[in-house]
């Protein structure tokens, strides 16, 4: 059989296995089943306006009406024309999900290790250490899908960028770019960041290899291709990503106009989040042993101790019955690390671990160096605020660029996962080739065993030394007592002392087995396949804990996650155009049925957040009024969901007598406290991206409204609005519709007008006297602009990759 027969066969059937293992994983997929995931809950119900618009017409729209009093869609799942790069993605993502990322995981890192050099045996070995990292699998069962998308690809990337710096260009660069056009299509930015990072450790470490081996002209040739595809993997998404910048500047992400907190104190005024936001979730120091030992920190917030725990006994003392002590026992507050909430452990694995430090002993060169510069970038970052590595954080959030618009900075941890299962692949192939002189790898194993198992003995012998004191504690000790916070510490010691003891054993346990292989005892196929099942059943034994059969569910309770309560359906009878307020439910159960107030997203609209905070969470009743608040969802006597009806809601246009301009954003949001929007509007400079035409140069405005003034809604689309006016004097109509200048497009009797922004988050804009027709119509030029760029890239990609495929056909013809 010719040997490239047999190369193929081999990884088809590898791939074949990758698909078995990952259906087998999440199992219930085959029976129709989906797993719940909760912010998944929250995106149904965010998006199903767009969905249900799409559906029914067969066509996109880029602006949904029910969440956070309107925004678009570019975060939400929007389709553009010409993205094919997409296209291929869903193709690769063929699996029924969640099995579907956790193929690209396994099928991303083995192709990253067979660039390596890696035998495909190892590469498989490594493939499953990575897939089943236990960080990788929590973001699946809680709906991360997005970031678990951009993390498949991650792999895929770094295996071009090395394929170019091999002086494979041709396949360096085809592949770069590919890879880079799929990394970009999971939209999750800060993932593709923490990747950009990684890249510059690994930049830095080749460079100073090229110097010393004096191969500069090389490596600068390497970087200019490297650029010219990650430009074409950037164009293959250009609408996406256009979009996506041009609304950063609008949202929550980009720079406050504000200089003052809702309660009237300064506030740091930033080009970005806020620094304690940003570092909110910071991974405290000492937690890092959860890398090693996965309820080191006592796990998440939620551990299921069962019915043989401090915690069940406590309950039951308390006077809860057997299956409520149970039912509490499953989600006992067992984390005691210094982050608000934590799902699950960012647990590596202990044998990766162990493998790893034995590659720290085995490994030397630039692949070594460039992958631990990359784990301790990624391990100090995520410390974020805690000392004495908190200045580390400061000065990203300062000084390097876009890092101050991501939260949640624990997330970078994932260079790491990706780091060490590389390192301690490289660490077992060491142990089967002959570049150490077997005593060489007998002594690394010894310092191995000792450093990784010593860890886990010296752990136990410090044990008394930890408080196991958590956040919560006060809230138990205030609720059920000092005797129920003295049981939840004692099940934090138990699963401490289980956890640390099954490390140990995991440690020598593969350490006993690479030590039988050197003293020639195990053969290496054999030595595979053991540190293989210490592996799966280490990370699978803690994934289980987190993400199992349990979390799946009837896939109609998946799509459609919410039911309407009879508030809702009360509310549902009124086929007006308004909004709901709800006070009972957060996210976006309100988004679901209703044009929202409400809403979860992380990136929502910057002005409309600041009115939200300072004035629709404290039940400011004038501005629900501007927002055409009509319905506000409230609990009765009896607890029952009820739609309270507001009669003073302002409707869906109005004019008004006056239009006054103030000197500050300051102003114009405390106004709002006061403001009878009925009859006043206030605004404050806008520049001309905001708006088309001038207002008048006078700080005031005064209109006549005769009686018979008036604007009525006759037409309503998400991304389209008719009005028709009559007025006999010039006037100026407010808009119960939030502003956004970047698409929003306004026309008078078929003729384009201009509107503003007004009353900080509305729109108003002059309607001349008479009968008018008024429409606003979404129409973004940036998706219009971004699409012509996708489908030259596409066309120009595909050229490129023919002529590759071409050129190499020739080049192997020309050699056989």
Not at 580 to 592: C, K, L, N, P, T
Not at 596 to 606: D, E, I, M, P
């Amino acid at each position: 059989m010719p040997s490239s027969v047999k190369r193929f066969l081999i990884h088809f059937s590898v791939i074949i296995g990758f698909i078995i293992i990952s259906l087998a994983y999440f199992s219930p997929v085959l029976k129709g089943k989906q797993i719940f995931q909760s912010d998944i809950m929250q995106y149904i119900g965010m998006s199903k306006q767009q969905t249900d618009f799409r559906t029914n017409t067969g066509e996109e729209t880029y602006w949904t009406n029910s969440a956070f009093g309107g925004m678009p869609t570019y975060q939400l799942g929007a389709k553009y024309p010409h993205n094919y790069i997409k296209k291929l993605d869903l193709a690769l993502r063929f699996l029924p999900r969640p099995a579907d990322y956790l193929f690209l995981y396994l099928l991303g890192f083995y192709i990253f290790l067979l660039v390596l050099k890696v035998d495909f045996k190892l590469a498989i070995l490594g493939a499953l250490a990575f897939g089943f990292s236990t960080y990788l699998i929590i973001i699946l069962g809680v709906g991360h899908n997005s970031k678990a998308h951009a993390i498949a690809y991650m792999p895929l990337v770094l295996s071009g960028i090395l394929l170019t710096f091999r002086k494979q260009y041709i396949l360096g660069f085809l592949t770069t770019a590919l890879a880079m056009g799929l990394e970009l299509v999971a939209n999750h930015f800060q993932m593709t960041y923490y990747l950009m990072l990684l890249v510059i450790v690994l930049g830095l470490a080749y460079l100073i290899d090229a110097y010393k081996k004096k191969l500069l002209p090389h490596y600068f040739k390497s970087i200019g291709i490297l650029v010219v595809a990650v430009m074409i993997g950037i164009a293959l998404n250009a609408t996406g990503i256009m979009a996506t910048q041009e609304y950063a500047k609008e949202s929550t992400r980009g720079k406050s106009e504000l200089t003052i907190n809702p309660d009237g104190s300064p506030k740091e005024v930033t080009s970005g989040l806020d620094k304690e936001y940003i570092t909110q979730y910071s991974y405290g120091i000492l937690e890092s042993l959860n890398l090693y030992i996965p309820r080191f920190m006592g796990g998440g917030n939620g551990e299921n101790v069962g019915k043989d725990s401090k915690t069940y006994e406590a309950y039951r003392k308390l006077g809860a019955s057997p299956s409520q002590a149970l039912q509490e026992s499953k989600r006992a507050p067992l984390y005691w690390g210094n982050q608000p909430i934590v799902e699950a452990p960012a647990y590596v694995g202990a044998v990766v671990l162990f493998l790893f430090v034995l590659g720290l002993f085995l490994v030397k060169g630039r692949l070594k160096w460039w992958l631990v510069g990359g784990i301790l970038l990624s391990l100090l970052l995520s410390y974020g605020k805690n000392q004495p590595f908190a200045f580390i954080t400061d000065l990203f959030i300062d000084y390097f660029p876009l890092y101050n618009k991501f939260r949640a900075i624990t997330s970078i941890q994932v260079i790491l996962e990706l780091c060490i299962p590389v390192l301690a692949v490289f660490g077992i192939s060491r142990l089967f080739n002959d570049f150490d002189k077997k005593d060489e790898k007998l002594k690394a194993l010894k310092y191995s065993a000792l450093i990784t198992a010593g860890l886990a003995l010296l752990l136990l012998v410090l044990k008394s030394s930890f408080d196991f004191a958590g956040g919560s504690d006060s809230f138990y000790r205030q609720n059920y007592g000092q005797a129920f916070v003295d049981a939840i510490k004692e099940d934090r010691k138990a699963v401490f002392t289980s956890d640390t003891i099954r490390s140990l054993i995991l440690v020598l346990l593969a350490a006993t087995a690479c030590f039988m292989f050197l003293k020639n005892k195990l053969k290496e196929k054999w030595l595979m396949v053991s540190l293989g099942v210490l592996i799966l059943f280490d990370l699978i034994g803690v994934d289980k804990r987190y993400v199992n059969n349990d979390d799946f569910i009837s896939a109609i309770q998946v799509n459609k996650p919410y039911t309407a309560n009879s508030a809702d359906k009360d509310i549902l009878k009124d086929t007006t155009h308004f909004r709901v307020f709800d006070i009972v439910s957060s996210g976006a159960r309100a988004s679901y049925f209703h044009n929202s107030l409400n809403g979860y997203h992380a990136a929502k609209l910057k002005r409309y957040e600041d009115v939200f905070e300072f004035h629709i969470r404290q039940n400011n009743i004038n501005v629900l009024n501007m927002l055409n608040t009509k319905y506000i969802l409230v609990q009765d006597e009896e607890g029952k969901p009820m739609a309270y009806y507001n009669e003073e809601v302002n409707g869906n246009a109005w004019f008004v007598k006056e239009l006054e301009k103030v000197s500050s954003a300051n102003d114009e949001i405390k106004l709002l406290d006061s403001l009878d929007a009925k009859t006043k509007a206030i605004y404050t400079y806008q520049s001309s991206r905001d708006i088309d035409r001038e207002v008048s140069k006078s700080p005031k405005e005064a209109f006549k409204i005769d009686s018979l003034a008036h604007i009525t809604l006759k037409e309503v689309k998400p991304n389209y609005l008719k009005y028709e006016s009559n007025n006999s004097n010039d006037g100026f109509a407010v808009f119960s519709e939030v502003y956004y200048g970047n698409g929003w497009k306004t026309f008078i009797d078929g003729g384009k007008a201009s509107h503003m922004r007004v009353n900080y988050t509305l729109r108003g804009m002059h309607v001349p006297s008479g009968k008018h027709i008024i429409e606003f119509r979404f129409d973004p030029n940036v998706v219009k602009t971004g699409s012509k760029i996708a489908l030259a890239s596409s066309v120009l990609f595909g050229i490129l990759l023919l002529a590759g495929i071409f050129y190499e056909f020739k080049k192997r013809n020309k050699s056989a």
